[in-house]
């Protein structure tokens, strides 16, 4: 019997890449390489500096070298890079790649932008360049050591971006599970508990005002408010426009409000009146963005929409993504999405309110959710549109599935909050995916096939040709 080993993917990439980085040594004499090498090593000081330089006045870079050790330590990064990829002919180039790899890890580790590694390779290897053209090399010598390099250093960013990518994926999952885990916790008792961290803050200002102690206020950046603020809040909401705004409130009031206020130094008494006025309408400021930031959580914990419970249209890319790289590791198999649009949902409102449309969207979505299998994914993907992703189900099987959606509204009457009773139907855009990388063209065809549905009379299914 004869065993066979399968080559794993990374397997596969390193020989790829083992090939490529022979393939650029073979191309170039040992004699013009060793030559690079000298030129390189003797001018590494001063392309180590000029690269720190440039990175200092680098808007992307200059927040890493803010001390003298930090710009140190970037010069002796560079010296290495440039050692160990156009010094170095001894080290096996297994070994040569993975250095690459541990750089990139590295660079993601440090948050280090990786579109700065790329300028900077471009000014290494014009400054390399140019430097060689005063070494004793002919014509076709200099031509082939310009491809060396440049081949050499574009390998390099590849390795490193690749890499970095990679870990800080990885890092950005670990980040949004503890965000996940964080959100996790009582939402309610969070929110109401840092709105009285902020009124403590606030009520002890006004009594230290009111007793006249010749102390110093404290801040409002280093109370438990503005510590939760600058080490959770940034985590826990990342993205969201709220905390931007609560901490330019927070910074204003520590740096304008409270040194004019403040016992311990000359104060203006005759302003003294506006100025609490203005502390107390940026405290009611910040309470209200406080309120939203965490009010916009409750709405989608667990990722679900509060009124129809289906889940949020944010995780769409995420499920559709996984979807995409079942389809392409297994090779079989597809899926299809439903997009369904409640027919005259406008007049429904216009006619029963808002709480009307609402009772309308509830009932629908438990409609859609019992009509579909636990393995499924439903979606609210817009103000009256839901989105289905049927997993592992060709044209034909999710058009049977449309259909039965279809057929379920039309024979399902909904019962409003007033006791009224009104009949409901959907029209219905089908496409299954045809293994195009990007989901986009997917939820288009959808989408155009849903329009047709609706030109064609409403209450139908259209599938998308």
């Known amino acids: 019997m004869t065993s066979t080993t399968k080559t794993t993917p990374r397997a596969a990439a390193d020989e790829l890449l083992r090939k490529e980085w022979n ?255 203005r502390l107390q309408n940026d405290l009611a400021a910040i309470k209200f963005n406080v309120t939203g930031l965490f009010e916009q959580q409750i709405e989608v914990e667990n990722g679900r929409d509060t009124l129809t419970r289906l889940l949020n249209r944010r995780f769409l890319s995420t499920v559709l993504g996984r979807e995409i790289a079942l389809h392409r590791r297994s090779g079989d198999g597809s899926f299809s999405v439903l997009l369904l649009d409640i027919d005259h949902f406008k007049g429904i409102n216009d006619t029963h309110g808002h709480d009307g449309g609402d009772a309308v969207l509830h009932q629908a979505a438990a409609l859609v959710m019992g009509g579909v299998r636990p393995s499924d994914f439903v979606f609210r993907y817009g103000g009256e549109e839901i989105l289905v992703v049927l997993v592992e189900s060709d044209l034909a099987v999710a058009h049977q599935v449309a259909e039965s959606l279809r057929a379920r509204f039309e024979s399902t009457t909904f019962a409003l909050s007033s006791g009224i009773e009104v009949g409901v139907t959907v029209s219905i855009g089908v496409a299954q995916y045809e293994g195009r990388p990007d989901y986009q063209p997917l939820l288009a065809a959808a989408d155009d096939a849903l329009y047709r549905a609706k030109e064609g009379g409403r209450n139908r299914v259209e599938v998308a040709g």
């Open 23 to 277: 393939e650029i040594l073979e191309r170039v004499p040992t004699a013009v390489r060793h030559q690079i090498a000298r030129h390189v090593h003797a001018y590494m000081p001063d392309l180590a500096a000029r690269y720190g330089a440039r990175a200092f006045g680098d808007p992307d870079v200059s927040a890493f070298l803010v001390t003298a050790a930090s710009r140190r330590e970037l010069e002796l990064t560079v010296h290495r890079w440039l050692a160990q990829l156009l010094c170095d002919d001894t080290t096996p180039i297994e070994d040569r790649i993975d250095q690459q790899r541990a750089a990139g890890e590295a660079l993601a580790r440090l948050n280090y932008p990786i579109q700065a590694v790329s300028r900077g390779a471009r000014k290494l290897r014009s400054w390399i360049i140019e430097g060689l053209r005063t070494a004793s090399l002919s014509p076709d010598q200099l031509l082939d050591a310009a491809a060396y390099v440049s081949d050499l250093l574009d390998l390099s960013v590849e390795l490193r971006t690749t890499s970095y990518l990679k870990d800080a994926a990885r890092q950005s999952r670990i980040d949004e599970a503890y965000r996940m885990h964080s959100l996790g916790q009582n939402i309610a008792v969070e929110r109401e508990r840092q709105r009285a961290s902020l009124m403590e803050w606030g009520h002890g200002v006004l009594v230290d005002l009111h007793r006249d102690l010749n102390a110093p206020l404290p801040r409002l950046g280093q109370s438990e408010f503005g510590l939760w603020l600058s080490h959770r809040a940034t985590t826990l909401f990342e993205g969201a426009a709220e905390v931007g705004l609560i901490a330019e409130s927070v910074e204003r009031i520590d740096r304008e409000l409270l040194p004019r206020l403040d016992p311990a130094v000359e104060r203006e008494f005759e302003l003294m009146g506006a100025l609490v006025e």
